[in-house]
């Protein structure tokens, strides 16, 4: 036997990596350190020599039985396009997009191989099925809304359905698309009761914040932090009861398969007991305790405003898009400064909105289906859709392919863990039922940046 490392497996000092997609129960298990001596070994593997010459075999025996080392002939190779991937057989999953994607005996991917065991997973965010009124106050709940398809149905959902006193406030960013812009301005004269908030980051500090983010992970796409060092004092300030987002339900799942959300933070139960134990060192502190999203609205303006706590780094997790925003944002100080003061002003007080989720399967009636919601609301507010009438996934931004190409291609030369995330989210949909598998398979191949070049928006 040759030895050599399977495909899409790296070492990384002591600890090898595999950058793909395994199946379960290997799912989350992506990680194996080493002792220094197997490491030392396993970095000689040179696919020449046979496994009796390296001096640590029992080592790669190990290694062998796992799969992680194969001999030289049964190393796998990587398709060159979509159009010689291999595809899951019910949802768009595929292992270009997705390289390291394994496909099972029966032709499917660990994300239909788990949608049934993290079906009710909605969010990380206490989920409320419908928002409380809250007579006395101006607002019933605040939204961040970009003119997309799901912040626009969100928006559309909580005004005429739940008929709530909203405010939507849009951080106006350099890549709106133009449909975008049409269709916030056509929701403004289609919900007169709503409030519509549009504000822009200085132009100077929005270019410092960029160029960071972009030498970090060679793309741009930090929405919606910008969003809250704009509006979060205005929140507070104005007493608006709730923040809500507006992510469809593969964006959240989304967190589950890239390692950045461990599924037990999806339980309520879970997030309950975390909420008590945090405000009974509120209540030793002799500060008011949170209210549900009250914590979760707090740790998310912390981190954007100072980086990940003490006990964060200390136990070794890591978001390494949460830590390039907030580093990036760092490097714009007197932008920043004010919403510093803001955060440390809510941790005393204890004041600030519930962020919260509204699940849209269950406001949609069981199926989040993206051309039925597309036609209700060209009908109900004006919403204008994309030129391409087969792209559903993120329909605000004009340079979505280049996240989607950045992430793909750093993922792809295993420069980065992160599963590129459209990727993930279309096979979420499409296994779902949001969309059906031969349109998410068209988006891919023509309207995404999955190409072995950077798109043409690469210039912008």
């Not at 007493?239 to 398969?257: D, H």
């Not at 993120?394 to 459209?422: A, G, N, V, Y």
């Amino acid at each position: 036997m040759i030895p050599v490392l399977q495909n899409r497996w790296k070492l990384t000092g002591t600890t090898l990596v595999y950058y793909g997609l395994p199946q379960p129960p290997r799912l989350f298990r992506r990680r194996i350190s080493l002792s220094p001596s197997a490491a030392r070994t396993v970095a000689m593997l040179d696919g020449r020599r046979p496994l009796e010459d390296y001096p640590n075999p029992s080592a790669l025996r190990r290694l062998i039985r796992r799969g992680v080392v194969v001999d030289v002939k049964d190393r796998k190779t990587a398709p060159a396009s979509l159009d010689e991937a291999r595809f899951c057989r019910r949802c768009a999953a595929n292992d270009y997009a997705i390289p390291g994607l394994e496909l099972d005996e029966n032709g499917l991917c660990p994300i239909c191989n788990t949608e049934k065991r993290f079906r009710k997973y909605k969010n990380v965010l206490p989920v409320l099925d419908r928002i409380p009124t809250s007579p006395g106050k101006k607002y019933d709940a605040a939204l961040f809304y970009t003119g997309g398809k799901d912040s626009s149905y969100l928006l559309w959902h909580l005004a005429r359905v739940q008929k709530l006193r909203i405010l939507a406030l849009t951080w106006e960013t350099p890549f709106m698309s133009p449909w975008a812009r049409e269709s916030i301005q056509h929701a403004k004269a289609h919900l007169p009761e709503v409030d519509f908030l549009v504000e822009r980051a200085p132009d100077e500090a929005l270019k410092t914040i960029y160029r960071e983010v972009y030498r970090r992970q060679k793309n741009v796409c930090i929405c919606p932090s910008v969003a809250y060092v704009l509006f979060f004092q205005r929140l507070v300030d104005w007493e608006v009861p709730f923040l809500i987002l507006g992510n469809e339900p593969a964006q959240c799942r989304n967190l589950i398969y890239n390692g950045m959300a461990p599924p037990i933070t999806f339980r309520p139960g879970i997030q309950r007991l975390a909420r008590w134990g945090v405000n009974l060192g509120r209540l030793l502190t002799l500060r008011r305790p949170f209210k549900a999203g009250q914590m979760e609205l707090f740790f998310t303006v912390r981190q954007l405003a100072f980086g990940p706590a003490g006990i964060v780094k200390a136990i070794g997790w890591r978001n390494e898009l949460v830590e390039n925003t907030a580093a990036s944002l760092a490097m714009a100080p007197d932008f920043l400064a004010p919403f510093q003061t803001a955060v440390r002003q809510a941790e005393r007080s204890g004041t600030l909105p519930g962020l919260v989720h509204v699940d849209l399967d269950d406001a949609a009636g069981g199926c989040y289906d993206w051309a039925d919601v597309k036609e209700l609301l060209a009908k109900e507010i004006g919403w204008v859709d994309a030129p391409a009438k087969d792209k559903g996934l993120h329909t605000s931004c004009s340079i979505e392919k280049c996240k989607e190409w950045s992430q793909f291609s750093r993922f792809r030369d295993m420069e980065s863990t992160i599963l590129p995330f459209s990727a993930v989210e279309l096979a979420l949909a499409s296994g779902s039922g949001s969309v059906d598998r031969e349109t998410a398979i068209s988006e891919l191949k023509h309207h995404s940046g999955f190409t072995g070049k950077p798109p043409a928006e690469w210039e912008v």
